[in-house]
């Protein structure tokens, strides 16, 4: 149990320290954040129609998971702030959520 | 007992630095946040005014310079790389590389800035900016659109100009030694303010250009 509870600790304290400075992985994550840039792009040139705001948004969001995990480092950081964005990010969305409540019931 | 000596052995090793990283970062974290709402209450009102309007909002987007957007967010995400970079630069104990991205980020910023400027400068050529002539021939849904336009695209150059700042405010801690390998935080929260800023524009991108 003693065990168990050290290598615990281990894990949540140091994590942060933990990841290796890698200049390879960050220009990875950029050329893919550049073939995505291309793609959406490309795919907005051709007549979607209702779909084209949800094929958007799906790759921006792809894009800054992108850049909140590597830029950003919250992959390799401590849990804590996954769940802060989280709240933030559910904020965000019940507001969006009400406020779309009033437009369609509105009259 | 043997859970208090671990941490007593922690306490030690923090003692000698004086300082809080991850309460620097906690901060940090904390006011984008406020940023991410901030923006946030701007991307619902875009959603609810381009519900309403969908037509005039797929009129005006035709407006934008497609090509010019997209250099944009080529550049933002090559700054934003060139600031990852020089984290780890810094980590592996190297100054002037560290100091060599920052600048390329700097410059990034700055041909962001002047071709903001350029595209601004040609709406306003053709009579469109906030009570101009020309959205006087245009329906309600398009002037909403160039006015969410303006203060989205605006509020987020703001924040460009505040990210250069806070970049070389750090730049010269480099120069001076006072952020160093072992004491990177404050390059490392720069950075993070700055990734900010290039995720909004990853949004603002595909809502105002591409969309039609």
């Known amino acids: ?107 | 007992m043997s859970y208090n000596s671990d941490s007593s052995v922690q306490e030690i090793q923090e003692v000698h630095i004086h300082r809080d990283d991850f309460g620097s970062k906690m901060g940090m974290w904390l006011f984008l946040f406020t940023e991410i709402l901030l923006f946030g209450g701007l991307f619902i009102m875009y959603a609810g005014y381009r519900y309403l309007y969908s037509d005039g909002f797929a009129a005006a987007a035709t407006e934008l310079d497609v090509l010019l957007g997209t250099i944009n967010t080529v550049i933002l995400l090559t700054s934003s790389l060139t600031v990852v970079l020089s984290i780890v630069a810094l980590q592996k104990n190297n100054k002037q590389l560290s100091l060599f991205f920052l600048w390329v980020t700097v410059l990034c910023g700055l041909i962001f800035l002047v071709n903001k400027y350029f595209e601004w400068g040609a709406k306003f050529h053709h009579g469109i900016y906030p009570k101009g002539p020309a959205l006087q021939n245009m329906s309600e849904g398009e002037v909403l659109y160039f006015g969410l336009y303006f203060v989205m695209t605006g509020l987020h150059g703001l924040h460009i100009v505040v990210g250069l700042i806070f970049i070389g405010y750090v730049m010269r801690q480099i120069q001076k030694d006072v952020i160093t390998s072992v004491n990177f935080q404050k390059l490392e929260n720069s950075g993070l303010y700055w990734h900010l800023v290039d995720i909004i524009w990853i949004f603002l991108f595909p809502l105002f250009y591409l969309i039609h």
């Open chain 1, 1 to 107: 149990m003693e065990n168990n509870h050290l290598t615990e600790e281990h894990n949540d304290g140091h994590v942060a320290e933990a990841h290796h400075p890698s200049y390879g992985i960050n220009i990875l994550v950029w050329i893919g954040l550049l073939s995505l840039t291309a793609i959406t792009v490309a795919v907005a040139g051709i007549n979607l129609g209702s779909l084209a705001l949800t094929v958007a948004l799906v790759i921006a969001l792809v894009k800054s998971m992108f850049v909140i995990n590597f830029f950003m480092h919250l992959k390799f950081d401590n849990k804590v702030f996954k769940i802060f964005l989280g709240i933030c990010m559910l904020t965000f969305i019940v507001v969006l959520i009400l406020t779309f409540f009033d437009l369609t019931f509105r009259n």
